[in-house]
């Protein structure tokens, strides 16, 4: 292994004190001790004075030359050094461009990533932006900028409801929404709203969700966007919780409109987009809470068709809803293959979304000593991943 600048240091002191050696080359007595002890780095001109002293023919400061491995809070503080002075000049197209790139990606993340490693990554770029967009710029470019923001605020609050924190979530579509409303553009803000009504609807307030959702294809003035064919859905989901079975088969009926609607570059993967396999999921899960699980059973297969295999969240919710349907006739097989869902999935991709439907089909299911033992073992699964929560 290569010495050290102090290691080197104290070999040649030798038997010298620190105190001569001090005086030889003007400098501290302490100072010296902590070289040596690699406590501290030295200065060009401190090697040198020690260098002369110890007669070392340059090597001191060769070693004092060698950079030492950088902090990791002193490499983030040059990368934003750097930001602050691309921010502090006029954006290019080719910047705005490469944004619109990075929002993209992450949008296509949510389809297949773990939330914790999405959330990370899409923070510290928001960050990023956030430094770009306090600097002055033309309103045509701060246009184009809030617009990726209203995007990726939007992401974030996707991420963290999928995490289970719906307060943190609501706060976050408020943030995309007020980037959004600054566009002045109907599409995004359709898209916001049908996402602020998918965290109405997971933290429990049915009739907020609602009328949210009809806020989001309203807003939207007829225009073919994504968010009408995101918020249809959703309100059907909230109207089968309800009871209200026409009301969801309306809803739905709208959603299948706002899909043909769509080109093909808003159907793709991603959470910019919607697709026939989510349509077939939102409405075999507003099925499953109507209690139509014939019917439910065939929307939810070909469900399972058309998602692709890396959509792990997607498609276990959709296991999870034939898991309860299935034990509305059969209580152990529904168990077995709601606990077959949930172990067949990643721990990294178990969220508490995932798990908070696992919890459903727990409570659609009797537990007890004269239960199916898959039963007992489906409600220690989710006990046991509620305790490591």
Known sequence: MSETFGQALRRLRGELSLRELARRASCAKSYIGDLESGRRRPSLSVATALDSALRADGELVALAKVLAP?????????????????????????????????????????????????LEE?????????????????????KRMLRTAAWMAGLISLTILR???????????????????????????????????????????????????????EIACGTKCVGVALSAPLEARAHARLGHAQDAEAAIERAEVALRNLDSESTGESAFAYNEAQL??????ALTHLGQTGR????????????????????????????????????????????EAITALPPAHRSPLIMSRARDVVASVTTGPHVPIEVNLLHELVLAAEKKG
């Open 70 to 118: 950088a902090s990791p809070n002193r490499v983030e503080a040059l990368r934003l050094g750097l930001i602050d002075a691309v921010a502090s000049g006029p954006m290019s197209d080719a910047s705005l461009d490469d944004w619109d790139h990075v929002v993209n990606q992450h949008g296509r993340a949510t389809r297949y990533r773990p939330e914790n490693e999405l």
């Open 122 to 142: 899409l923070t510290g770029d928001f960050a990023d932006l956030s430094r770009f967009l306090s600097k002055n710029h033309s309103p045509a470019t701060r």
């Open 163 to 217: 995490m289970g924190d719906h307060r943190a979530a609501r706060r976050w579509f408020r943030t995309s929404c007020s980037a959004a409303t600054q566009v002045d553009d109907s599409s995004i803000l359709s898209w916001v709203y049908a996402q602020e009504a998918y965290a109405l609807y997971y933290g429990g307030d049915i009739a907020g969700a609602i009328n949210t959702a009809r806020a989001a294809q």
């Open 280 to 285: 077939r999921f939102h409405q075999g899960n």
């Open 296 to 339: 439910a059973w065939e929307i939810q297969e070909r469900a399972l068709e058309l998602y692709p295999t890396n959509d792990l969240t997607d498609r276990t919710l959709v296991r999870l809803d034939q898991a309860i349907c299935l034990a509305r006739e059969d209580v152990a097989a529904g168990s077995a293959l709601a606990t």
